[in-house]
């Protein structure tokens, strides 16, 4: 573990920043926490709101036990301690999208207690920059409707789809002490998500939002005053806010002022924080035990089940494909970064293994290099992404096949790659309508090998005269007048061969 040292220099010495998140996720759930209405992003204005989420008196919240087992298989999936007994709290405030007028959350005892992310600054040298971030809770509660304002003429609007869906609150300790470590930190936790399956993690959507706490001290001190900013809804957004709002409170504290305790927003157009209001304080909200609900107590064969429905984790997938798949730490941090894109390695892997009968290890290296880069450079210029990319495991799976029994070369396996691209076909059929098999027939080779050496008599003189990096111009031009067809293998011998009589 590593402490970074990011530090902010001021007139008066140096500064240390110090952050904490509280990342709100949408729990990936059909229904919302307390009722039974749907939760899809994009449907019709007040479309999906039933009596409990509008507020209608009498109705009653009934927990929607998914949403619960998703923030336990979250918290479990950051190794979290996890709460048996949690109760609701009802947090009253006012605000025109939320007409039961309280938010039900959970203050005093949380479904889900200490944990903690482990984040990697340098995907290059692991072991010398991770570091382990607390997470202090997390906690579900009820989310807000949304209120959309129109300019002319000048009205509001509320939609209350949102009012009632599942959200955890994820509260980080105050461990992170530098932007890419905030960044690193939501990254991470995104990762987490989506690999449990419990938040789409989409940033965009809104369906995941942090509120970044920032203060700054002098090294080693006491913890300063922070600042709150509010839903700001990007890795890089968070990043920005961290630097920004440190190096102006680094500003107002050498000018002689103080902070102030209060919540602000980002405005991403400018690149700045306002403030927005003062920091209301928990006694503010008049907290207390929501009467509608009974606690809740979950018994071991419900937390066993949540324990059995996880899957391999971002950490010990990425262990799993550097010590035993032998790849670099570089590239299991890429191929385990999302969970989509480590299914398709998989996919690749398992059906190159089959058909090459070799183990996943032995084709590991191959499969990852070409996914990594044919693949997705191929992705990157026709502005695909990995789902829905135009060739499937299986067909690049064939297509490494074929180089690694020698059908085709190397260079030949990037021309079949376009074609699969262009036309759909598979490679084998490529390999075959195309005549570009490899060769290994030594006469042809020859040939073509003594016509390069005699058209490039003076290279050979130089080469015999001490130059030898000429060496890769022969074989380069054999391989050119083979059409690229010729056993690399072969042509190497062939041309030190001649070059040697
Ligand atoms: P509240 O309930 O008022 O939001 P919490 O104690 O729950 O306050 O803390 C909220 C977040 O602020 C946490 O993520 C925590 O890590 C972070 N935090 C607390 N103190 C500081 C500080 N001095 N500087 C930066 N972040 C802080
Ligand atoms: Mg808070």
Redesign the pocket.
């Known amino acids: 573990m590593t402490e970074s040292t990011y530090r902010i220099q001021g007139a008066t010495g140096e500064w240390e920043v110090?952050?904490?998140?509280?990342v709100h996720a949408q729990v990936t759930s059909n229904a919302k926490l307390f009722s039974g209405a749907a939760t899809a992003f994009g449907a019709e204005p007040n479309t999906q709101v039933s009596l409990v989420d509008a507020a209608m008196p009498g109705m009653l919240p009934v927990p929607n036990m998914e949403c619960i087992r998703q923030a336990v298989r979250t918290g479990m999936a950051i190794d979290a301690q996890i709460n048996k007994w949690s109760r609701f709290d009802r947090k009253n405030y006012f605000y025109a999208d939320l007409p039961q007028g309280y938010q039900i959350s959970q203050l005093y005892h949380p479904i889900v207690g200490e944990g903690q992310i482990e984040i990697v600054l340098d995907e290059k040298n692991p072991d010398a920059s991770k570091k382990v971030i607390g997470v202090?809770r997390i906690h579900v509660e009820q989310d807000a409707g949304k209120l959309m304002h129109d300019q002319h003429p000048t009205s509001s609007y509320v939609d209350l789809n949102r009012s009632g869906v599942a959200l955890m609150e994820i509260?980080?300790?105050?461990d992170m002490r530098s932007p890419a470590e905030a960044g690193a930190y939501l990254s991470k936790l995104r990762t987490i998500l989506r690999y449990v399956g419990s938040c789409d993690g989409n940033m965009d959507q809104g369906s995941m939002r942090a509120d970044v706490?920032?203060?700054v001290r002098r090294p080693g001190e006491e913890?300063?005053?922070?600042t709150?900013t509010k839903n700001v809804n990007s890795v890089r957004f968070v990043m920005a806010v961290v630097e920004h709002e440190a190096s102006r409170q680094v500003d107002v504290l050498e000018a002689g002022g103080k902070i102030v305790q209060e919540t602000r927003l980002y405005d991403p157009d400018r690149n700045e924080t306002r403030s927005m209001r003062s920091?209301e304080?928990?006694h503010d909200y008049r907290y207390f035990p929501d009467p509608d609900l009974l606690p809740l107590e979950l018994d071991d064969a419900f937390l066993e089940a949540c324990r059995q429905s996880l899957p391999e984790l971002p950490d010990a997938k990425l262990r799993r494909y550097a010590q035993d798949l032998g790849l670099s730490a570089y590239n299991a941090a890429t191929l385990t970064a999302d969970a989509d894109t480590a299914r398709w390695f998989e996919a690749l892997l398992a059906e190159a293994a089959r058909i090459q009968k070799k183990s996943e290890g032995d084709v590991a290296k191959a499969s990852a290099n070409w996914l990594l880069s044919e693949l997705y450079g191929a992705l990157n210029r026709i502005g695909k992404s990995l789902e829905d990319s135009p060739v499937s495991p299986e067909e690049g799976a064939e297509l490494l096949a074929l180089v690694a029994d020698g059908t085709i070369s190397g260079t030949i396996a990037k021309q079949v790659f376009e074609i699969m691209l262009e036309t759909g076909e598979k490679p084998g059929k490529i390999v075959e309508d195309k005549g570009l098999k490899q060769t290994s027939d030594t006469g042809a080779i020859e040939a073509a090998v003594a016509d390069v050496l005699a058209k490039n008599g003076d290279k050979v003189e130089q080469y015999r005269g001490g130059k030898e990096a000429l060496f890769g111009f022969f074989v380069g031009q054999t391989m050119k007048a083979m059409q690229g067809k010729a056993n690399p293998q072969v042509v190497n011998e062939m041309v030190k061969k001649a070059l040697s009589a």
Request: proline content about 5%; hydrophobic content about 35%; glycine content about 10%.
């Open positions: 110090v952050i904490g998140l509280e202090e509260v980080s300790k105050p706490n920032v203060s913890f300063g005053t922070r709150e920091k304080d928990a």
